[in-house]
C-alpha cells in the first residue's frame, strides 16, 4: 500500500538527491500545500473569495503508476532508468531506481528491465513509458527483435503488468510516440483501471484515483446531466466523465486528439458520440450536434493540456454560452487567463476546487465550476 507520511525536511527513502524531479520532496506535507494554496491564490485572485483548498492526497509517496524515464546503459552491464539534467550545456543521466513517488511495481519492473534487456547497439533503449499495468520499451531504430521476452514477460506478469509493447521510433524525443511501428510483445493491448475504464499504453491518467474520482463526482454534481441535457466533453481523454454523463441519459458528444484514448472512450462511453481530433478542428461537427437537439439544456466540461485552451475554443465557448460549465486545469497561469475571457463572455465562476495530485512536486490541479450569467 502506498504510504502516507507528513515527513520533516530530510529527503524519502530512495531520492535520489540529484533528482529534479520532485520541487517540494523536502517539505512536510503541511508545508508544500500551503506553499499550492498560496501559488493558486496569487493565480487566481481574480477568484479568490471562491477558491477552496487544496484536497490533500490520499497517498504522498508510492502512488506514481504512470512514468516517463529515460534509458541509459551502464558501465555495470546493465540499464538503468531516470531523468536527464540539462545544465552549463551539457546533459546529465540521474538515475532513479529506487524513487519512492514510484508505484513499488514500477521499480520492480524498471529492475528486471535492467537485468534482462540486452545492450546497444543491438538494443538501441531510449525510453520506458509505464501506464498502469501496459508498459512500453522505446527504441531508435525502425525494427528489434524480441528475444528476450520470453524471459521478461513472466516476470512482468508476476508484478501485475498485463501488456508489453515495443514501440519502434527512430525520432523519439520529446514526443515518445509515433503512430507506427507498435508491436504488442507479450499480454493483453489494453488493461482496465480499478473503477473498470478501459486504457491503452499511450493513455493519460491522473495520478491520484481517489482524488479524480471526488473531482469528476464534483463537476457531475455542479453540471448535473441527465435526461434533457446535452454535455459536450472537451478533451475527454478515455472517456470517463464522458462516461456517466452517458449513463445519467445525457446527450453527450466527446472530443478527444489520441486515436487510442477515442477507441477506449468508445467502448467506456457506449452511447455517446466520440470524434477525434482537435477541440479547435471538431467545432463544426459539434455545432451540428447541438443544432440537432434543440431545447436541451447545454452543459460542458473541459480538461485542456497545460497550454489551456486554444483561441478558438474559447470563442466558441463563448458564443455557445453552455448553462453551466467545469473546467478541470493542470496549470493555474492558462486557467486564469481563460476563466477571465470566458467570465468577460458571460459566465460566472462559482467556486474553485483544488486538488494536491501530485505530492512531493510543486504542481496543483483546480477545478473551476461556472454558471451562465443571469
Given at each position: 500500500?502506498?504510504?502516507?507520511?507528513?515527513?520533516?525536511?530530510?529527503?524519502?527513502?530512495?531520492?535520489?538527491?540529484?533528482?529534479?524531479?520532485?520541487?517540494?520532496?523536502?517539505?512536510?506535507?503541511?508545508?508544500?500545500?500551503?506553499?499550492?494554496?498560496?501559488h493558486?491564490?496569487?493565480?487566481?485572485?481574480?477568484?479568490?473569495?471562491?477558491?477552496?483548498?487544496?484536497?490533500?492526497?490520499?497517498?504522498?509517496?508510492?502512488?506514481?503508476?504512470?512514468?516517463?524515464?529515460?534509458?541509459?546503459?551502464?558501465?555495470?552491464?546493465?540499464?538503468?532508468?531516470?531523468?536527464?539534467?540539462?545544465?552549463?550545456?551539457?546533459?546529465?543521466?540521474?538515475a532513479?531506481?529506487?524513487?519512492?513517488?514510484?508505484?513499488p511495481?514500477?521499480?520492480?519492473?524498471?529492475?528486471?528491465?535492467?537485468?534482462?534487456?540486452?545492450?546497444?547497439?543491438?538494443?538501441?533503449?531510449?525510453?520506458?513509458?509505464?501506464?498502469?499495468?501496459?508498459?512500453?520499451?522505446?527504441?531508435?531504430?525502425?525494427?528489434?527483435?524480441?528475444?528476450?521476452?520470453?524471459?521478461?514477460?513472466?516476470?512482468?506478469?508476476?508484478?501485475?503488468?498485463?501488456?508489453?509493447?515495443?514501440?519502434?521510433?527512430?525520432?523519439?524525443?520529446?514526443?515518445?510516440?509515433?503512430?507506427?511501428?507498435?508491436?504488442?510483445?507479450?499480454?493483453?493491448?489494453?488493461?482496465?483501471?480499478?473503477?473498470?475504464?478501459?486504457?491503452?499504453?499511450?493513455?493519460?491518467?491522473?495520478?491520484?484515483?481517489?482524488?479524480h474520482?471526488?473531482?469528476?463526482?464534483?463537476?457531475?454534481?455542479?453540471?448535473?446531466?441527465?435526461?434533457?441535457?446535452?454535455?459536450?466533453?472537451?478533451?475527454?481523454?478515455?472517456?470517463?466523465?464522458?462516461?456517466?454523463?452517458?449513463?445519467?441519459?445525457?446527450?453527450?458528444?466527446?472530443?478527444?486528439?489520441?486515436?487510442?484514448?477515442?477507441?477506449?472512450?468508445?467502448?467506456?462511453?457506449?452511447?455517446?458520440?466520440?470524434?477525434?481530433?482537435?477541440?479547435?478542428?471538431?467545432?463544426p461537427?459539434?455545432?451540428?450536434?447541438?443544432?440537432?437537439r434543440?431545447?436541451?439544456?447545454?452543459?460542458?466540461?473541459?480538461?485542456?493540456?497545460?497550454?489551456?485552451?486554444e483561441?478558438?475554443?474559447?470563442?466558441?465557448?463563448?458564443?455557445?454560452?453552455?448553462?453551466?460549465?467545469?473546467?478541470?486545469?493542470?496549470?493555474?497561469?492558462?486557467?486564469?487567463?481563460?476563466?477571465?475571457?470566458?467570465?468577460?463572455?458571460?459566465?460566472?465562476?462559482?467556486?474553485?476546487l483544488?486538488?494536491?495530485?501530485?505530492?512531493?512536486?510543486?504542481?496543483v490541479?483546480?477545478?473551476?465550476?461556472?454558471?451562465?450569467?443571469?
Amino acid at each position: 500500500m502506498p504510504e502516507r507520511t507528513d515527513r520533516p525536511t530530510t529527503l524519502p527513502p530512495g531520492c535520489e538527491p540529484a533528482c529534479p524531479g520532485c520541487r517540494h520532496r523536502t517539505l512536510a506535507a503541511s508545508e508544500s500545500l500551503a506553499q499550492k494554496a498560496a501559488h493558486l491564490e496569487r493565480t487566481l485572485s481574480a477568484w479568490a473569495d471562491r477558491l477552496a483548498p487544496v484536497l490533500p492526497a490520499p497517498a504522498r509517496l508510492g502512488y506514481r503508476e504512470r512514468v516517463s524515464l529515460n534509458a541509459s546503459w551502464q558501465a555495470s552491464l546493465c540499464w538503468r532508468f531516470g531523468l536527464v539534467r540539462h545544465r552549463d550545456r551539457k546533459d546529465e543521466f540521474i538515475a532513479v531506481p529506487d524513487c519512492p513517488v514510484h508505484a513499488p511495481a514500477v521499480n520492480r519492473a524498471l529492475a528486471e528491465l535492467g537485468r534482462v534487456l540486452p545492450p546497444p547497439p543491438g538494443f538501441p533503449l531510449a525510453f520506458v513509458a509505464v501506464s498502469g499495468r501496459q508498459l512500453t520499451l522505446i527504441v531508435k531504430a525502425r525494427t528489434s527483435e524480441t528475444p528476450w521476452a520470453k524471459a521478461l514477460a513472466p516476470k512482468l506478469k508476476d508484478l501485475g503488468f498485463e501488456g508489453l509493447w515495443l514501440h519502434c521510433h527512430p525520432a523519439a524525443g520529446r514526443r515518445l510516440f509515433g503512430r507506427s511501428g507498435w508491436t504488442l510483445v507479450w499480454g493483453e493491448p489494453r488493461s482496465r483501471d480499478r473503477h473498470g475504464s478501459l486504457y491503452g499504453p499511450t493513455a493519460f491518467s491522473q495520478a491520484q484515483p481517489e482524488l479524480h474520482a471526488d473531482a469528476l463526482s464534483a463537476m457531475h454534481r455542479h453540471l448535473g446531466p441527465g435526461p434533457g441535457t446535452l454535455f459536450v466533453d472537451l478533451y475527454c481523454g478515455t472517456g470517463k466523465s464522458l462516461a456517466a454523463a452517458a449513463a445519467s441519459g445525457a446527450a453527450a458528444v466527446g472530443v478527444e486528439l489520441s486515436g487510442e484514448a477515442v477507441a477506449c472512450a468508445q467502448e467506456n462511453a457506449p452511447g455517446a458520440l466520440l470524434l477525434r481530433g482537435a477541440c479547435s478542428l471538431r467545432r463544426p461537427q459539434l455545432d451540428s450536434f447541438i443544432a440537432e437537439r434543440p431545447g436541451l439544456r447545454l452543459l460542458l466540461a473541459m480538461n485542456p493540456p497545460r497550454s489551456g485552451l486554444e483561441p478558438q475554443v474559447r470563442s466558441w465557448v463563448a458564443r455557445l454560452a453552455p448553462e453551466r460549465a467545469a473546467y478541470l486545469s493542470c496549470s493555474a497561469g492558462t486557467l486564469a487567463r481563460d476563466l477571465g475571457e470566458l467570465e468577460a463572455a458571460g459566465l460566472r465562476v462559482e467556486r474553485i476546487l483544488s486538488y494536491d495530485f501530485f505530492p512531493l512536486t510543486h504542481h496543483v490541479e483546480a477545478l473551476a465550476l461556472l454558471s451562465r450569467a443571469a
